[in-house]
């Protein structure tokens, strides 16, 4: 295997739970919740994945398991945000310090386990074919999961109706409440589909990227995925990019260090953040770019008048 | 009677702590960095633990807390298991020191064992383990197998203890193969299974055949196996997690230590001293060596019979240092303050070491 195809590969692996945990984010967000959380039902969807399919042997219970543990979590957050209308800051950042402490207790008998992972696809021709085979038909089934999500995402919130009413509850949730959406029930579903997202991103984390369960294995990631739509200033492909962009510095500062180059290392493992810093002030600069795309009612609560 | 203290009960227990010092029993508090469950560095600890348990039966009690951060946590857990009665307590890993170094100012009765620390008190023990003579050890089995002539090698944090560990890699290397090649990364943390992971292929990626690892996850053996190279396992034996990959793991075996140092307290004989002990007291082991031909497996072990019984050191020159001076004549040994303040590689090691 190739140097280049070596990296290209990492780099996959490393932006692919970003990506999955950003874009469930972004839809939140766009009906206009600001759902903090997303780190801790990253880490309960990365143990109850880890659990279900070490009890099971299938990858794919676990997948479900994940999945479904993530939505738990958002539901949670949704009946603290929506039905008893608490401050969403405040109940996201609870959220995130339930899960890391759930996770624990949930995976105590888990730890330093070996894993169940799951399996690549693999095309027999087409994985053969240097470089462009294993980097395109060579990947695990849930980075193409990832892909297919930001285009579905992309085309559901700009070319559907339900992407219309999901923008407008965003945007002005009186209005929307007006023309006779539910408001609180589409938000409810967003917030569902964020969590689904948050716990997928796990799923793949001690499933794919490392099998097996770690406390506090997320490290961070869910906080990135955060900055992230942010970033990508609510377009799902920007959202892509600076997945892609985070996990390219971030694969590139270990490879810089295995080339022996010198740079320090501390300064490398802070290069990612640095960039992510950066660009977030590039784009908050341009007041056109943010303004077109940022739902106005962001972690307002919504209560419907009789 | 083993007991496990979850963090959240810890304002409870200190309270209802108060006057519960058992006068017959010999408490024995253990502070983990990681989790038991690492299969690794903690781990390890956790079976002097056991030991313990297993030599004294009833004449000890142990308490450990797993998971404590290294820093201002630390105090804190150590300060709780000296309030519940702990009359010795082993404080296990290096960014401990000074926590240790506090609390037991505050508690003068108490004995305190520092693991791998060089500051020491009337009743604060240092202790370590000689790790890097395993380490000439895979350094000459990675030589002989690498078809590539290059291995790879994620470390924690540039500190002596892992820099020597690297410089031994690599003498036992060269001792084989003079134009062999390791490839460092450091990955800034001791416990990090993803950055490991994503290290372990990077790594790979340019070219690296065997994998080995100062970092305590289980992570970069995985990724080697699934890569198909082969690598080494770290403070205990991961074969389970490579067993067609794992060609042999330095274990840390502290058992014997606690045992005996858990017996001086309860006699009476304990004093603060500084142990560094390797191949020769049994505290650093080689596990079975699979997944190799024969003769390199007689290579393997002549080298750990002659550090075991003393007739050769690793660091045995001559050496030179990466910009060319010379460390050690030839023959000559390196002074043991020279290795415990290790900050230069050896020539030959293609990366700086971050300052």
């Known amino acids: 295997m190739g140097a280049m195809e070596a990296v290209v590969l990492t780099i996959i692996t490393a932006s692919t739970p970003l990506l999955i945990a950003a874009i469930g984010e972004l839809v939140v967000e766009r009906s206009g919740v600001l759902n903090l959380g997303v780190e801790g039902m990253m880490v309960v969807g990365a143990v109850c994945a880890f659990a279900a399919a070490y009890t099971t042997g299938s990858p794919w219970i676990g997948v479900l398991a994940g999945v479904l543990s993530g939505v738990g979590m958002s539901v949670l957050f949704g009946f603290l945000t929506q039905t008893l209308v608490t401050n969403q800051v405040a109940s996201g950042l609870s ?4 899960g890391l402490g759930l996770s624990g207790l949930i995976g105590e008998g888990f730890t330093g386990l070996p894993g169940v992972k799951m399996t690549a696809i693999e095309i027999p021709a087409l994985t053969e074919i240097p470089f462009i085979g294993p980097v395109l038909f060579g990947q695990d089934p849930l980075v193409y999961v990832s892909f297919m999500l930001v285009a579905a995402v992309a085309y559901v919130l700009t070319r559907t109706r339900i992407g219309l009413i999901i923008r407008a509850v965003g945007g002005n949730h009186h209005s929307a409440h007006a023309l006779g959406y539910n408001v609180i029930a589409v938000r409810y579903g967003c917030i569902m589909f964020g969590g689904a997202c948050a716990g997928l991103a796990g799923a793949y984390l001690s499933l794919s990227y490392t099998p097996q369960w770690i406390e506090n294995m997320t490290a961070g990631r869910g906080w990135i995925a955060l900055a992230l739509v942010v970033f990508a200033t609510w377009v799902p492909f920007r959202v892509l990019i600076g997945a892609y962009l985070f996990g390219t510095i ?22 990612p953040y640095l960039v992510t810093i950066a660009a977030l002030v590039v784009i908050s600069g341009n007041r ?3 303004k077109v795309n940022t739902p106005a009612c962001i972690g307002q609560s919504f209560v419907p008048d009789r | 009677m083993k007991r496990m203290i979850g963090a959240v009960l810890a304002i409870a227990m200190t309270v209802a702590a108060g006057g519960a010092i058992a006068a017959d029993k010999l408490k024995v508090g253990f502070i983990y960095v990681g989790p038991i469950g690492d299969h690794g560095w903690t781990y390890q600890h956790h079976q002097g633990l056991l030991a313990v348990e297993e030599a004294y039966g009833d004449k000890v009690e142990t308490v450990y807390v797993e998971k404590v951060a290294e820093g201002p946590d630390a105090e804190r857990a150590i300060t709780r298991l000296a309030r ?39 009743n604060v023990s240092t202790y370590s383990g000689r790790f890097y003579e395993g380490r000439y050890v895979i350094g000459q089995i990675a030589a002989k197998m690498s078809k ?3 291995a790879g090698y994620i470390a924690s944090f540039p500190i002596p203890e892992v820099v020597r560990g690297i410089n031994s890699f690599m003498l036992g290397a060269q001792s084989i193969n003079p134009d062999f090649k390791v490839k460092v990364v450091w990955v800034n943390s001791w416990f990090d299974p993803g950055k490991e992971a994503d290290a372990a292929k990077v790594l790979i990626g340019q070219g690296a055949d065997i994998m080995t690892q100062h970092t305590d996850s289980t992570a970069p053996l995985q990724i080697a196996a699934e890569q198909g190279i082969m690598g080494f396992g770290q403070a205990s034996d991961m074969l389970k997690f490579a067993p067609k990959n794992q060609m042999t793991s330095i274990v840390d075996d502290w058992a014997p230590y606690y045992v005996r ?36 497996v007689a290579m393997a072990k002549k080298t750990q019979a002659s550090i075991t019984d003393g007739s050769f050191h690793p660091f045995t020159g001559p050496i030179f240092k990466q910009d060319g001076s010379q460390a050690a004549g030839a023959g000559e040994v390196l002074d043991e303050g020279t290795l415990l303040g290790m900050n230069w590689y050896v020539k030959g090691i293609d990366d700086k070491l971050p300052q």
């Open chain 1, 250 to 271: 971030w694969i590139m500062g270990l490879y810089v260090q295995g080339m022996g180059v010198g740079i320090p290392s501390q300064f490398l493992s802070a290069l």
């Open chain 2, 84 to 122: 519940q009665g702990a009359g010795m307590i082993f404080t296990t890993s290096f960014g401990f020191m000074e926590q240790t170094l506090k609390v037991a100012e505050k508690f003068p009765d108490v004995k305190f064992e520092h693991a791998t620390g060089y500051k020491r008190a009337d």
């Open chain 1, 288 to 290: 056109l770019l943010t």
């Open chain 2, 261 to 296: 140092r858990v017996g001086e307290v309860l006699d009476g004989s304990w004093k603060s001293e500084d142990t560094w002990g390797g191949m020769d007291v049994g505290m650093v082991n080689m596990s079975a060596y699979t997944n190799l031909p024969d003769d390199v």
């Open chain 1, 95 to 98: 959220l995130t310090l339930l």
């Open chain 2, 148 to 150: 590539s002539g290059v």
